[in-house]
């Protein structure tokens, strides 16, 4: 079980919208766990890209005055360089445009289509453009589009259908048996919910008459394939062209509740027709919203990576925006708490006591490393941290992202409060208290290599500044694990201090 790979994967992003704070946040998901679960020995592979087709984009790229794939690239590569601007790491990405997703596609839905699951039939429809998909009557509220809250457009055409009716009944079934496939538990009673109700057959095509760019059907070249169909393909067809199609159905899908729909009902049934595994689990995670209201370009509340990257660090933004949502829940966006985060999580738990640490080091030993001694309060210390280590491991496998970076948090304030109680500081005075003021130190010194270690995969930036201030270089901080004084070799020195995280003390408006 332990040794099974890993596939993540992150939502494709429209290109009508630059890069922003939500399409951050689930990249900045997949990037934590790919980090955490490599450290851990595990196999990981992730997957991020874009969704290019469609009528939101071919309207985006007409208002800007282009042509939809010149447009698709621009914002495409906006995504790219932003992710790599701000130290996202991810194995490939994906373009829906690209020629390798447009042929396997294809193949899939002929597929379908000779074993009867696609037909062709008119419809008269409700239909959002923001959603890009029909709408039941019973699905608005008040008339309106949940999300977008605009009235649908009716839509009357001759198209095709994707005969996900028949396959209703092995879903409800197979999420009856499988309670982890969907997380946290509620979106799952969710879509068990929307089960008890007919789920009915999915448009999966559109005229070419009305909308050009998408996916030629293999079957009729008078239409193209339903944004929906040509998108979830994605986390397959990525696989098959990388050669790692071993991988499928190891994938972990991360999405926001906004998507959960196409991704819990449309994709397994897809899945089942194209006689394909489901997925291992869909980890679904709420929304950022914004003191202003939703974000929105035209209110001007909209948050950018690289702004906040500027502001207040990369590995501060990072920091708060795991502390502060529980996944899965709605969470609000303020600067001010995210200072508040910063100026006393990171800078007056974790800055300070590095400073501390390593300038008593200086002061007292020329940074060399001193012998550990055994005492009763030094247990304590370390007991704190493999009681946080624990407690991380288990969170991050339940995607508590803030449950685990409170546990570490904990095992800070236990060695900075450690500090106050073996008082160094003092002990120093008295020159005959040297080798104790050392193995304190020392302990100190394996407290902060740990926490080096057990942070990497949220604030990996600080991880490895922390590993150079401790005279390592990242790699060599050692294995997860290693046991308690072991680290350091004889003569080991650590660097003098530097500010890891200055406070910031103007919060803008
Ligand atoms: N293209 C589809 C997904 C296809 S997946 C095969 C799409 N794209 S999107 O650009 O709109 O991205 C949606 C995702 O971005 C959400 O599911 C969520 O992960 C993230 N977020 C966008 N806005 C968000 C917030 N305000 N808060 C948190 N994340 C949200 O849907």
Same mark, same amino acid.
């Given at each position: 079980?332990?040794?099974?790979?890993?596939?993540?994967?992150?939502?494709?992003?429209? @290109?009508?919208?630059?890069?922003?704070?939500?399409?951050?946040?689930?990249?900045?998901?997949?990037?934590?766990?790919?980090?955490?679960?490599?450290?851990?020995?595990?196999?990981?592979?992730?997957?991020?890209?874009?969704?290019?087709?469609?009528?939101?984009?071919?309207?985006?790229?007409?208002?800007?005055?282009?042509?939809?794939?010149?447009?698709?690239?621009?914002?495409?590569?906006?995504?790219?360089?932003?992710?790599?601007?701000?130290?996202?790491?991810?194995?490939?990405?994906?373009?829906?445009?690209?020629?390798?997703?447009?042929?396997?596609?294809?193949?899939?839905?002929?597929?379908?289509?000779?074993?009867?699951?696609?037909?062709?039939?008119?419809?008269?429809?409700?239909?959002?453009?923001?959603?890009?998909?029909?709408?039941?009557?019973?699905?608005?509220?008040?008339? @309106?589009?949940?999300?977008?809250?605009?009235?649908?457009?009716?839509?009357?055409?001759?198209?095709?259908?994707?005969?996900?009716?028949?396959?209703?009944?092995?879903?409800?079934?197979?999420? &009856?048996?499988?309670?982890?496939?969907?997380?946290?538990?509620?979106?799952?009673?969710?879509?068990?919910?929307?089960?008890?109700?007919?789920?009915?057959?999915?448009?999966? !095509?559109?005229?070419?008459?009305?909308?050009?760019?998408?996916?030629?059907?293999?079957?009729?070249?008078?239409?193209?394939?339903?944004?929906?169909?040509?998108?979830?393909?994605?986390?397959?067809?990525?696989?098959?062209?990388?050669?790692?199609?071993?991988?499928?159905?190891?994938?972990?899908?991360?999405?926001?509740?906004?998507?959960?729909?196409?991704?819990?009902?449309?994709?397994?049934?897809?899945?089942?027709?194209?006689?394909?595994?489901?997925?291992?689990?869909?980890?679904?995670?709420?929304?950022?919203?914004?003191?202003?209201?939703?974000?929105?370009? !035209?209110?001007?509340?909209?948050?950018?990576?690289?702004?906040?990257?500027?502001?207040?660090?990369?590995?501060?933004?990072?920091?708060?925006?795991?502390?502060?949502?529980?996944?899965?829940?709605?969470?609000?966006?303020?600067?001010?708490?995210?200072?508040?985060?910063?100026?006393?999580?990171?800078?007056?738990?974790?800055?300070?006591?590095? !400073?501390?640490?390593?300038?008593?080091?200086?002061?007292?030993?020329?940074?060399?490393?001193?012998?550990?001694?055994?005492?009763?309060?030094?247990?304590?210390?370390?007991?704190?941290?493999?009681?946080?280590?624990?407690?991380?491991?288990?969170?991050?496998?339940?995607?508590?992202?803030?449950?685990?970076?409170?546990?570490?948090?904990?095992?800070?304030?236990?060695?900075?409060?450690?500090?106050?109680?073996?008082?160094?500081?003092?002990?120093?005075?008295?020159?005959?208290?040297?080798?104790? @003021?050392?193995?304190?130190?020392?302990?100190?010194?394996?407290?902060?290599?740990?926490?080096?270690?057990?942070? &990497?995969?949220?604030?990996?930036?600080?991880? !490895?500044?922390?590993?150079?201030?401790?005279?390592?270089?990242?790699?060599?901080?050692?294995?997860?694990?290693?046991?308690?004084?072991?680290?350091?070799?004889?003569?080991?020195?650590?660097?003098?201090?530097?500010?890891?995280?200055?406070?910031?003390?103007?919060?803008?408006?």
């Amino acid at each position: 079980m332990a040794t099974e790979p890993l596939y993540f994967t992150t939502p494709l992003f429209y @290109v009508n919208a630059e890069p922003h704070l939500g399409h951050t946040y689930v990249t900045l998901v997949g990037d934590v766990l790919a980090r955490f679960w490599r450290a851990r020995g595990r196999t990981v592979l992730t997957l991020t890209g874009t969704d290019e087709h469609g009528d939101k984009i071919a309207q985006a790229a007409a208002a800007a005055g282009v042509e939809p794939k010149a447009h698709a690239d621009r914002v495409s590569g906006l995504f790219r360089s932003t992710w790599e601007a701000v130290g996202f790491r991810y194995d490939h990405f994906i373009r829906t445009t690209d020629a390798y997703h447009v042929a396997f596609v294809r193949s899939v839905l002929a597929d379908i289509h000779a074993r009867g699951d696609i037909y062709f039939g008119s419809y008269r429809g409700l239909y959002c453009f923001g959603c890009e998909r029909f709408y039941q009557e019973r699905e608005l509220v008040d008339g @309106v589009c949940p999300d977008h809250r605009v009235v649908p457009t009716v839509i009357a055409e001759e198209n095709y259908f994707f005969r996900m009716s028949a396959y209703q009944e092995r879903l409800r079934a197979t999420l &009856e048996a499988r309670p982890a496939l969907i997380v946290p538990e509620g979106y799952r009673n969710e879509v068990l919910a929307l089960l008890r109700e007919p789920i009915g057959d999915l448009c999966i !095509s559109r005229p070419k008459s009305r909308l050009a760019w998408g996916i030629e059907l293999p079957f009729d070249e008078r239409y193209v394939t339903y944004v929906w169909f040509d998108a979830l393909l994605n986390y397959v067809s990525a696989l098959d062209h990388l050669g790692r199609m071993e991988l499928w159905p190891a994938a972990h899908h991360l999405i926001g509740k906004d998507i959960l729909k196409p991704h819990a009902v449309f994709w397994p049934t897809i899945l089942m027709a194209a006689g394909l595994p489901l997925f291992q689990r869909l980890c679904v995670h709420g929304h950022w919203q914004m003191q202003q209201g939703k974000m929105s370009k !035209s209110v001007g509340n909209v948050v950018r990576p690289l702004d906040m990257k500027a502001r207040y660090g990369m590995d501060a933004f990072r920091y708060y925006l795991l502390r502060e949502m529980a996944f899965g829940q709605d969470a609000e966006f303020s600067e001010t708490a995210l200072v508040q985060r910063l100026n006393g999580d990171l800078a007056n738990g974790l800055g300070n006591l590095a !400073s501390r640490v390593l300038a008593m080091q200086q002061r007292y030993f020329a940074g060399v490393l001193r012998p550990l001694a055994p005492e009763a309060p030094d247990e304590r210390l370390r007991a704190a941290f493999a009681e946080a280590r624990r407690e991380l491991d288990a969170h991050v496998a339940d995607l508590a992202f803030h449950r685990a970076l409170e546990a570490l948090f904990r095992a800070l304030d236990h060695a900075n409060k450690y500090v106050v109680e073996t008082a160094p500081f003092t002990l120093a005075k008295d020159e005959a208290r040297l080798p104790r @003021v050392g193995a304190i130190l020392h302990e100190l010194c394996e407290a902060l290599r740990v926490t080096a270690q057990l942070v &990497e995969p949220f604030l990996p930036e600080t991880a !490895s500044r922390l590993a150079g201030l401790l005279g390592f270089p990242p790699v060599r901080l050692g294995e997860l694990g290693l046991p308690w004084g072991t680290a350091f070799p004889a003569g080991h020195a650590t660097r003098p201090p530097e500010p890891l995280f200055p406070r910031v003390e103007v919060v803008p408006e």
